[in-house]
């Protein structure tokens, strides 16, 4: 089936950096989501791609749906503390297919 | 704050106990979702009901039981579980056709505990 390869895995920041990470699938996908999760949460919608090449903003964050249609990337910038917790990548293929999700990547903000 | 409601928030049930986990959405979407997430783990699908029918089942134990009362309900009831199905349960919705349809949206989670 179809895998999404999320990386890195964790990442360990000084506030005020910025923060960027990025998601790579097998084959294509026609939509591309970006969540975060705290802990004891259910994830919370960031930022949702539809087209390639779409670049899409929604504060400090900046995600874009790759050209090749196999890959997304999430920058964040001047990171703050309440930027803590994980990260999910999740695409879809075209047709009826599930949501796939990436693996994750677990922010820490050092203050 | 999420538009989809998940009850309860907190559950512990003894492997013969029958309970229910309860989910509702307002907004007007057509596709619901029931999810499962452990710890440190992304969520992995489990149930989805489109126009309030059953389209898709992950080999899912049948003591995990969905139930979709109408378009803005989902329940899942639960019967016979093991300590292992202890997790993070999600409910998700989405619209259904075009690219919107292809958004999901999660509630807070139910965390469930089998003793």
């Known amino acids: 089936g179809q895998q999404l390869n999320q990386s890195p895995q964790s990442m360990f920041i000084q506030e005020g950096e910025d923060v960027s990470m990025n998601c790579t699938s097998s084959?294509?996908?026609?939509?591309w989501l970006w969540y975060k999760q705290d802990p004891g949460e259910g994830p919370v919608l960031l930022i949702a791609?539809?087209?390639?090449?779409e670049l899409t903003s929604n504060g400090r964050l900046t995600a874009q749906f790759g050209i090749t249609r196999k890959d997304s990337f999430l920058n964040i910038s001047a990171s703050i503390p309440s930027d803590v917790g994980i990260y999910f990548c999740?695409?879809?293929?075209?047709?009826?297919?599930?949501?796939?999700f990436g693996k994750g990547t677990r922010l820490s903000v050092i203050a | 704050d999420t538009e989809v409601t998940q009850t309860p928030k907190h559950l512990v049930m003894g492997m013969t106990n029958k309970k229910s986990l309860k989910c509702e959405q307002h907004?007007?979407?057509?596709?619901m979702y029931w999810y499962k997430q452990k710890a440190k783990k992304p969520p992995e699908l489990m149930f989805v009901?489109?126009?309030?029918?059953?389209?898709i089942n992950e080999s899912v134990p049948s003591r995990f039981s969905p139930e979709c009362p109408n378009s803005s309900l989902l329940n899942l009831h639960l019967h016979a579980l093991q300590p292992e199905d202890s997790a993070l349960y999600l409910c998700?919705?989405?619209?259904?056709?075009?690219?919107?349809?292809?958004?999901?949206?999660f509630g807070e989670g139910s965390w469930l505990t089998v003793v």
């Open positions: 907004m007007g979407h057509r596709a």
């Open positions: 998700a919705s989405s619209q259904e056709g075009g690219a919107n349809g292809n958004t999901i949206y």
């Open positions: 791609l539809y087209k390639a090449g």
């Open positions: 999740a695409g879809r293929a075209p047709g009826n297919t599930p949501l796939v």
């Open positions: 084959s294509i996908f026609n939509t």
């Open positions: 009901y489109s126009y309030e029918k059953l389209s």
